[in-house]
Nanobody, 124 residues
Framework: QVQLVESGGGSVQAGGSLRLSCAASGSTYSRRCLAWFRQAPGKEREGVGGIYTGDGGTYYTDSVKGRFTISQDNAKNTVYLQMNNLKPEDTAMYYC?????????????????WGQGTQVTVSS
């Protein structure tokens, strides 16, 4: 079992920044891959990126490359999503998700464990 708790969402203006946190606990092997997904109203859940906790390797979807950064603090069992230069189209509920290997960063069905989500709203 894995437990995930997100925090850090909020409302910002376009061009602003937010940092989301995902505190993880439970089976280490079941959370080797920690990913961030987002879902806007009326749209499908989509992958934003992720981190392989074994070596810190990261993946980002094209729409966030250069603006978002995923990192981890192993001592705190926490993964972060630093979001800079936010755009109105980044508005969504953001979810942290965990799976074992192999990591599949964009495949929603690959992830068994999900956090409760945190809302990010970007105004123009």
């Amino acid at each position: 079992q894995v437990q995930l708790v997100e925090s850090g969402g909020g409302s910002v203006q376009a061009g602003g920044s937010l940092r989301l946190s995902c505190a993880a606990s439970g089976s280490t092997y079941s959370r080797r891959c920690l990913a961030w997904f987002r879902q806007a109203p009326g749209k499908e859940r989509e992958g934003v990126g992720g981190i392989y906790t074994g070596d810190g390797g990261t993946y980002y979807t094209d729409s966030v490359k250069g603006r978002f950064t995923i990192s981890q603090d192993n001592a705190k069992n926490t993964v972060y999503l630093q979001m800079n230069n936010l755009k109105p189209e980044d508005t969504a509920m953001y979810y942290c998700a965990a799976s074992g290997v192999p990591c599949s960063w964009l495949q929603v069905t690959r992830y068994k464990y999900w956090g409760q989500g945190t809302q990010v709203t970007v105004s123009s």
